[in-house]
């Protein structure tokens, strides 16, 4: 999955998208999927520097991981829904 290029990112955790004009909060390990998407990582590469960076363990964060892409896409921030629209 890609984040739609014009998407802006605060260190805080503040994303605000200007085509929708929505903007929203995300804790430290959301902000950190959201870096790594931006840097065009693959999925699995995201998951293990997840897990290298907080004390959770490898279950949490493939559920936790896909439940936030479902989240970024139902919220029109993820690339692919520019190809769709």
Request: aromatic share 8%; no cysteine; net charge negative.
């Amino acid at each position: 999955m890609k984040i739609k290029k014009n998407i802006a990112i605060s260190d805080s955790g503040f994303i605000f998208n200007p085509s929708t004009g929505d903007s929203f909060s995300v804790n430290p390990i959301g902000l950190e999927i959201i870096k790594q998407l931006k840097e065009e990582k693959t999925s699995d590469d995201i998951k293990k520097h997840i897990l290298k960076l907080y004390a959770i363990d490898e279950a949490t964060v493939e559920k936790d991981f896909y439940d936030f892409l479902k989240m970024l896409e139902a919220n029109k921030l993820s690339a692919e829904n520019e190809k769709a629209n």
